[in-house]
């Protein structure tokens, strides 16, 4: 039997009237890397602004997938100032050619040296050599330790060189624990560490939440506030700590007795302005008048209402002066003889 052919279409079976496919659109590497809003550089900063710009873009250039080539046209638009000068001083001592090969290895290398220089490297790779935990926590440590590693990355380029480093700079407790246990990994150390320093921290004793000081509970519901200080008594308090018991009641009644014409603060009587004598009620002085009943017609000294008073026994103004003393009384004002005629 003859074979059978192959019915279906062969690869070079194609029809004439097939379209080519489009052409690809070229890639403008330029517009799709200042779309990710790279940071710039101007070398005017700290040293460790170099490295973390560097980084900053080579994170921006692995998501591109871009090429030397790509990296150093891109790189380009992010010196700015005195990086941007510096660098077009460095491209004047090359040649076209070392210019056109020059890749970003290269350039890393001549940035680093120019802005951060190896004074600065050794003395931050001695800092991680010394590093120790001392006060700071095992979060805190760790993550200077991480920040310091790149300083020294021949101490650390292997997971048992970083955990040896790491055991060495914590504190003697924790250090000790781990050392008896067997050959862990930098990871394994850092969560043993962390749950040992959460075991040493002391309990939280729990306490009853305290009250404001401007209010206390008693009992059924309601609240009063707090005493008052011993500094800020009353200035009716003032002087009782040493009274005996049975001096406190009568003097402090006495203390706040009103006497006439005094007013609640304790004050006296205004003088008179006329002929400042302290008396109660308007000043009779010039009216004519008598100045024990403020009739008209005759003297103090010949009042009837005066003479009254004595024929019943009470003791007239002049008896009762030294009580007034004694009492705290204001003193009547002095009684004026007017002047008298010549006697015929």
Same mark, same amino acid.
């Given at each position: 039997?003859?074979?059978?052919?192959? &019915?279906?279409?062969?690869?070079?079976?194609?029809?004439?009237?097939?379209?080519?496919?489009?052409?690809?659109?070229?890639?403008?590497?330029?517009?799709?890397?200042?779309?990710?809003?790279?940071?710039?550089?101007?070398?005017?900063?700290?040293?460790?602004?170099?490295?973390?710009?560097?980084?900053? #873009?080579?994170?921006?250039?692995?998501?591109?997938?871009?090429?030397?080539?790509?990296?150093?046209?891109?790189?380009?638009?992010?010196?700015?100032?005195?990086?941007?000068?510096?660098?077009?001083?460095?491209?004047?001592?090359?040649?076209?050619? &070392?210019?056109?090969?020059?890749?970003?290895? &290269?350039?890393?290398?001549?940035?680093?040296?120019?802005?951060?220089?190896?004074?600065?490297?050794?003395?931050?790779?001695?800092?991680?050599?010394?590093?120790?935990?001392?006060?700071?926590?095992?979060?805190?440590?760790?993550?200077?330790?991480?920040? #310091?590693?790149?300083?020294?990355?021949?101490?650390?380029?292997?997971?048992?060189?970083?955990?040896?480093?790491?055991?060495?700079?914590?504190?003697?407790?924790?250090?000790?624990?781990?050392?008896?246990?067997?050959?862990?990994?930098?990871?394994?150390?850092?969560?043993?560490? #962390?749950?040992?320093?959460?075991?040493?921290?002391?309990?939280?004793?729990?306490?009853?939440?305290?009250?404001?000081?401007?209010?206390?509970?008693?009992?059924? !519901?309601?609240?009063?506030?707090?005493?008052?200080?011993?500094?800020?008594?009353?200035?009716?308090?003032?002087?009782?700590?040493?009274?005996?018991?049975?001096?406190?009641? !009568?003097?402090?009644?006495?203390?706040?007795?009103?006497?006439?014409?005094?007013?609640?603060?304790?004050?006296?009587?205004?003088?008179?302005?006329?002929?400042?004598?302290?008396?109660?009620?308007?000043?009779?002085?010039?009216?004519?008048?008598?100045?024990?009943?403020?009739?008209?017609?005759?003297?103090?000294?010949?009042?009837?209402?005066?003479?009254?008073?004595?024929?019943?026994?009470?003791?007239?103004?002049?008896?009762?002066?030294?009580?007034?003393?004694?009492?705290?009384?204001?003193?009547?004002?002095?009684?004026?003889?007017?002047?008298?005629?010549?006697?015929?």
């Amino acid at each position: 039997m003859p074979p059978r052919r192959n &019915q279906g279409r062969n690869f070079d079976d194609r029809r004439e009237d097939t379209p080519p496919p489009p052409p690809q659109p070229e890639r403008r590497i330029e517009e799709l890397f200042l779309r990710q809003n790279p940071p710039e550089f101007s070398g005017t900063g700290n040293p460790q602004e170099a490295e973390d710009w560097v980084r900053a #873009l080579e994170r921006i250039f692995k998501f591109l997938r871009c090429n030397d080539q790509e990296r150093m046209l891109c790189m380009s638009f992010q010196l700015t100032g005195s990086a941007d000068y510096w660098w077009e001083a460095r491209q004047k001592t090359l040649t076209p050619e &070392q210019i056109e090969n020059y890749t970003w290895e &290269q350039f890393k290398t001549t940035l680093f040296e120019k802005y951060m220089p190896r004074s600065y490297r050794k003395q931050r790779e001695a800092e991680f050599a010394n590093l120790k935990q001392g006060k700071k926590s095992v979060a805190e440590y760790d993550r200077e330790f991480c920040d #310091l590693s790149r300083f020294a990355p021949q101490k650390v380029d292997t997971d048992e060189k970083m955990s040896e480093l790491f055991c060495a700079g914590l504190r003697q407790d924790i250090r000790v624990v781990l050392a008896s246990q067997a050959a862990l990994s930098y990871t394994e150390a850092l969560n043993r560490a #962390l749950d040992m320093e959460l075991a040493m921290q002391p309990e939280k004793v729990l306490q009853a939440p305290a009250l404001p000081l401007t209010q206390t509970k008693i009992p059924g !519901g309601q609240q009063k506030a707090p005493p008052a200080q011993s500094g800020k008594r009353k200035w009716e308090d003032r002087g009782q700590g040493n009274r005996k018991p049975w001096q406190g009641q !009568g003097q402090q009644q006495q203390g706040k007795q009103q006497y006439p014409g005094q007013s609640s603060g304790q004050q006296r009587t205004p003088p008179c302005a006329k002929y400042n004598k302290m008396h109660l009620g308007v000043c009779k002085d010039g009216l004519n008048v008598c100045y024990n009943c403020g009739q008209a017609g005759h003297y103090s000294s010949h009042c009837p209402s005066k003479q009254q008073e004595m024929a019943r026994g009470k003791p007239d103004a002049s008896s009762a002066q030294p009580l007034r003393a004694i009492m705290g009384y204001p003193q009547p004002p002095q009684q004026q003889r007017q002047p008298q005629g010549p006697q015929k």
